[in-house]
């Protein structure tokens, strides 16, 4: 079993999504690895134009410059495909994902290699693993709350991960961590049935 573990709080220490979201990847790993990707310490860079165009070049008439703006890209995309799960720890920053999930996303994104055209729309080719995603907030907007209307992470990040072919998605949810450990006691709680049942 390989876990791929993504985390995107800049906050190197004391990081609540972080915390919870290793705690997850390492009882679903048992004996397995965990592979790490911290995106708070390195956040992926924007796209440019260059390597944008490098996306849509086909493959045998790439640059080497090309090549190089790939590096990044290929290297994440490769991680994906090797994991047998994928975790998530995604904190809410302004009412989204925060932008080092942001950018890993333009930066997984990719025709030829994680979805391609077809006649009845792009397909995901990113299949077959679930994705297990630790949200953390300093307010409470989860499910059946009055200020669900406000969360753009979880339907951004649930659409952005169908794209690519991932349809198997859950959420935990640490809300109100601007208040107390109340979210996320309850979170540890939804993290250890999680695990039950993997
Ligand atoms: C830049 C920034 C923006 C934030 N925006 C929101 C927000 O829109 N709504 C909210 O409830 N909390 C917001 N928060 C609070 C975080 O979601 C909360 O502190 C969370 O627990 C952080 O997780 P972490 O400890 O893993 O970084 C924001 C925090 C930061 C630093």
Same mark, same amino acid.
């Given at each position: 079993?390989?876990?791929?573990?993504?985390?995107?709080? *800049?906050?190197?220490?004391?990081?609540?999504?972080?915390?919870?979201?290793?705690?997850?990847?390492?009882?679903?790993?048992?004996?397995?690895?965990?592979?790490?990707?911290? @995106?708070?310490?390195?956040?992926?860079?924007?796209?440019?134009?260059? =390597?944008?165009?490098?996306?849509? !070049?086909?493959?045998?008439?790439?640059?080497?410059?090309?090549?190089?703006?790939?590096?990044?890209?290929?290297?994440?995309?490769?991680?994906?495909?090797?994991?047998?799960?994928?975790?998530?720890?995604?904190?809410?920053?302004?009412?989204?994902?925060?932008?080092?999930?942001? =950018?890993?996303?333009?930066?997984?994104?990719?025709?030829?290699? =994680?979805?391609?055209?077809?006649?009845?729309? *792009?397909?995901?080719?990113?299949?077959?693993?679930?994705?297990?995603?630790?949200?953390?907030? %300093?307010?409470?907007?989860?499910?059946? !709350? *009055?200020?669900?209307? @406000?969360?753009?992470?979880? *339907?951004?990040?649930?659409?952005?991960?169908?794209?690519? %072919?991932?349809?198997?998605?859950?959420?935990?949810?640490?809300?109100? =961590?601007?208040?107390?450990?109340?979210?996320?006691?309850?979170?540890?709680?939804?993290?250890?049935?999680?695990?039950?049942?993997?």
């Amino acid at each position: 079993m390989s876990i791929l573990l993504i985390s995107s709080s *800049p906050n190197l220490e004391g990081s609540s999504s972080r915390a919870l979201a290793q705690e997850l990847a390492h009882s679903l790993a048992g004996d397995g690895r965990v592979v790490v990707r911290d @995106l708070g310490a390195n956040p992926p860079p924007h796209l440019d134009q260059e =390597t944008i165009g490098a996306f849509y !070049t086909p493959e045998a008439e790439r640059t080497v410059e090309q090549n190089q703006k790939l590096a990044l890209s290929n290297e994440l995309i490769d991680e994906l495909f090797a994991a047998d799960a994928i975790v998530i720890a995604a904190p809410m920053h302004n009412f989204g994902i925060a932008s080092s999930l942001k =950018t890993w996303i333009d930066q997984v994104a990719r025709i030829g290699r =994680t979805f391609e055209p077809t006649g009845q729309g *792009p397909k995901g080719l990113v299949t077959d693993r679930p994705v297990h995603v630790v949200t953390t907030r %300093g307010g409470v907007y989860g499910p059946g !709350t *009055p200020f669900n209307h @406000l969360d753009h992470l979880e *339907p951004y990040l649930r659409r952005a991960l169908n794209f690519i %072919g991932l349809e198997d998605i859950s959420f935990i949810y640490a809300e109100g =961590t601007a208040k107390g450990d109340d979210g996320i006691q309850a979170a540890r709680a939804q993290i250890s049935q999680v695990a039950e049942a993997a």
